[in-house]
């Protein structure tokens, strides 16, 4: 007496087996990986001196701008993050309304800019139109050293020894023409 016994055996077929990576796409993801972590260490590497610079006028602009504090407070703590030179050219004092310190903006713009010029960092807290500030590296961090220059459209850039007086101390407007600015012509005027 013979029976008819079912075996289960493995089939053969594609379909039936777990996939299974090819030699080639383990090197080609792994090589892909190792790309995108390489990437990822140059940009950190990189951009580190400027997220730095903006992190420390960041805390300037906080500084400049805690009413809890008491004026010597407040400029005791600015000094710690402005620069030697830029500490013996100018005198930091408290705004005439209270409200931040003379000669540093109370803030940034979303649309502020920040890029290496050199060794140091530049930084245009308006919306990308106005005063640039500089930052250098100073005793192992990142220290406010002042105005720069202006920022026009186009990104045309004005050095302060070339900036005309009357707006060393003012942000120029993005339309000049609609202000009233002495260098353009109103519109509808004859030059």
């Known amino acids: 007496m013979q029976t008819d016994e079912v075996v289960d055996r493995p089939s053969d077929s594609p379909l039936d087996r777990p996939p299974v990576l090819s030699r080639r796409q383990f090197v080609v993801g792994g090589c892909v990986v190792g790309a995108l972590i390489a990437w990822l260490a140059y940009e950190l ?10 992190r420390a ?17 407040r400029l005791a703590q600015a000094r710690a993050l402005c620069s030697r030179r830029y500490l013996e050219t100018h005198k930091l004092d408290v705004a005439a ?4 310190l003379v000669g540093i903006p109370r803030n940034f713009n ?15 807290p308006t919306d990308r139109i106005g005063p640039v500030y500089q930052f250098v590296r100073e005793d192992d ?25 009357e ?10 023409a609609a202000t ?7 519109s509808g005027s004859s030059p």
């Open 110 to 124: 979303k649309n502020f800019q920040a890029w290496r010029q050199g060794s140091d960092v530049w930084i245009c």
């Open 57 to 73: 006028c960041s805390e300037l602009f906080t500084v400049a701008n805690r009413t809890d504090l008491k004026p010597e407070e």
């Open 45 to 54: 590497v990189v951009t580190a001196p400027v997220r730095r610079a903006v």
């Open 141 to 165: 961090s990142w220290r406010f050293d002042g105005p720069v220059g202006l920022l026009r459209p186009h990104n045309e850039f004005i050095p302060m020894k070339d900036v005309p007086v």
């Open 97 to 100: 309304e209270g409200q931040g």
């Open 180 to 186: 009233g600015h002495p260098a353009i012509p109103e």
């Open 167 to 176: 707006e060393e101390n003012a942000n120029p407007p993005a339309r000049p």
